[in-house]
Structures are given as C-alpha cells and as structure tokens.
C-alpha cells in the first residue's frame, strides 16, 4: 500500500468512526429488552369486579411472595387497598389494586445507599437482591406503601424458574420484569384477562398506538398522589 | 556503669524465650512431622462428574475449578443489572450436574464454605426433583 492510499483508507475509517459507535449505542438500547420503551400500567376500576384478587394470587404465585399469614411479616407486591381523596376523611373509600407505581422519579431508588434500588432503561423500579443491604430506607421512602421487607425467610416456593428472597432485603413488584424480558405479559395482567375481567394492562406508554396509550388517551385517568411529584406510572380509570 | 549494664537478654531469657519455645514448639514438631511422614493433607473431595464431558459446558473444568465463583458473579451482575435473566441460567448447570448435594456441596463443604446462593435460587439437592423440574420447566 502507498503512502497515498493508506491516508485515504485511513480517512475513509476516521469519518466512519462516529457513525459506527452511534449503531453500536443504538443496538445495545433496542437490545435492553422490549423496554426499548417505557412501561406503564392502567387498572381499569370499572372493569375490576367487588372481592376478586386473582392479580394478587397470580402474582404470589408467580413471583414466590411471602405469605406468612401474620400481617406483620407478609409481603405483598400487588395487594387490595381501601383509599379515599387526600385529605378527605369522611369520604367513602373505595377499593383497588395497589402496587409499585414505577415512578418517573422513584423516592426509593434515590434514597437506596448502595444502589440497590434502581430504574432500568425501561423505567421499571427493580431492586437487586444480591446487593440490598436491607436498611429498609426505601420503605419510609415509598410513599404508596408499596415496599415490603422480608423479616422473614420465606419457605413457600410455588414458581421454581423464579428466585425467591432471602430474609433481610426489600423488595416490590417489579412489572414481571422476568416475564416482559421474554415478550410474556406480567402474571397480573394474565390472570385478570383469565379471570375474564381484563382491567389491568400493561404496556409501552411511548407508543401512541400500544393499547395502554389508547386507553389513557380515551379515558380519564387518575394517578394515585400525583402531587407528590414521584410520576407514578400506574394509571387508574373510573378512580 | 556500663559494666553494670545488663545484656536486654539475660534477664528476659526466662520471661520472653522460654514460653516463646512452648508457644511454637507444637507448630514446629507438626511441620516436622507432616513433612517426615509425607502427610498427603486433606482428602480431595469426590466430585459425580457426567459420564460423558457435554460440549454444552460453560467452560473447561480448570477454569471453573478456581473462577467458578467469580464468573457466576459477573454474569450475575449483567443479568440482574443488564435484564436477559431467561437467557442465562442455571438450568444449563443443572441438565449435567443434576445434583447439587453431589457436585457443588462436596467441595464447599471440604472448604467450610456456605455459598447462600441456593437459599433464593433453585438448585436442589435430590437430583431427581431436578430432572422433573427441568423436564417440566422446558
């Protein structure tokens, strides 16, 4: 090669160079699963029958909960809840599916010392176990309530292909991140479509034609404590 | 005065020296020993190997013989920070060694070493109970 065409190839690499790192950054984004997006959920109330819990079953099983049967130690991902306008004492309450809301700005995650607590690409809110240090600053952090702490070692082990949790760390519903990784829907969501409800959805809210942005866009949607400035991603109808 | 002086021994001989020898007489005489009777050490413990090497292993044995632990702890990491948790598995441990009571406990135990892996993740020690899960699982 002369000394010509080796400053020319070399060139050629040099203008090359921005272009080839920009795929790389793209593909290793698309590639951080199907949450090239950003998941939400709706819970639509109207559709949600009176002293139905098969969310709340599918998700113990699915996700080995713990259910000591002892109110202080159970933990609980997705759980009925009894809520009432803030500040409003005398009003009628009303119940619903309450889990972690994946906030835009999770208290939890910026309180976690060791980082345990953090928020994928995706903007789910997951916690890792191996490095929870078990100081439980994300449940006072958590302003749903949503964090749960094991106190407990947790015998029950329904779902074998999913790791349960050692006593000594937080944890919280974590969208069946496991689930939507492999293109499959949370447990939740299936089992209120098999129960023939079909008021939870979960999807991509950055695609203006995924199912849950229809909904949202359709209906009227409430956050639960939106002032609190935490950008909660569930969505609930008819609340 | 300098004549007076006391080598720092003479008077310590007895308080420092002598139970200096009683404290480390007994290490000397097992090095000796040991060395004289051609000690062979611990027994190595009996790992239930496949009959057959599978092409499927995750790497040759002397690798995972001494970084075992720290290979499952980076790709621990990148799973559980950087998501395709189905893609990586134990599972692809579990279809050789289907025992973990036989395999990975052998040496923890010859080492005293209490991995707390398998409090959360399934890794039984009964092989059978593993072949039907992962029967089961696929």
């Known amino acids: ?239 | 005065m300098s004549g007076d002086r006391k080598s720092p021994l003479d008077g310590n001989l007895v308080k420092v020296v002598f139970p200096l020898l009683v404290i480390l007489a007994p290490l000397g005489l097992s090095v000796i020993g040991a060395v004289s009777a051609g000690d062979p050490g611990a027994e190595e413990p009996f790992l239930e190997l496949p009959p057959e090497p599978n092409e499927g292993c995750v790497r040759d044995a002397e690798f995972m013989r001494f970084h075992h632990w720290e290979l499952l702890r980076e790709v621990r990491d990148q799973v559980v920070r950087g998501g395709g948790r189905h893609e990586i598995s134990l599972d692809r441990c579990r279809s050789c060694h289907p025992s973990r009571e036989r395999f990975c406990s052998r040496c923890h135990e010859a080492v005293s070493l209490q991995p707390d892996c398998f409090g959360c993740h399934y890794y039984p020690a009964d092989p059978a109970a593993a072949v039907d899960h992962a029967r089961a699982g696929r």
Not at chain 1, 25 to 38: E, F, I, L, T
Not at chain 1, 61 to 90: S, T
Not at chain 1, 133 to 149: D, E, K, S
Not at chain 1, 169 to 183: N, T
């Open chain 1, 1 to 239: 090669m002369d000394r010509r065409k080796f400053l020319k190839t070399g060139g050629r690499f040099l203008a090359a160079t921005p272009f080839a790192c920009d795929l790389l950054v793209a593909s290793v984004a698309s590639a951080s699963g199907p949450g090239a997006g950003r998941w939400g959920m709706v819970i639509d109330l109207r559709r949600c029958p009176e002293g139905c819990d098969a969310c709340v079953k599918a998700c113990r099983r699915e996700n080995n909960v713990a259910e000591h049967g002892d109110p202080r130690w159970d933990v609980h991902w997705i759980r009925q809840v009894e809520i009432r306008p803030h500040g409003q004492e005398d009003a009628p309450t009303r119940t619903v599916p309450l889990l972690c809301n994946h906030c835009e700005r999770p208290p939890c995650a910026q309180v976690c010392p060791v980082r345990a607590t953090y928020q994928r690409d995706d903007g789910i809110v997951i916690v890792d176990h191996h490095r929870c240090i078990g100081c439980r600053y994300c449940l006072i952090a958590c302003p749903y309530n949503a964090r749960f702490f094991n106190y407990r070692e947790n015998e029950a082990w329904p779902n074998k292909d999913y790791p349960k949790r050692s006593h000594g760390v937080a944890e919280s519903c974590h969208l069946c991140a496991h689930r939507l990784d492999q293109g499959r829907l949370p447990a939740c969501m299936e089992a209120c479509r098999d129960a023939g409800a079909g008021a939870i959805v979960v999807g991509d809210l950055d695609n203006p034609e995924s199912e849950i942005s229809r909904l949202i866009a359709a209906n009227s949607v409430k956050r639960i404590r939106e002032d609190l400035g935490t950008g909660p991603k569930v969505h609930y109808i008819g609340l």
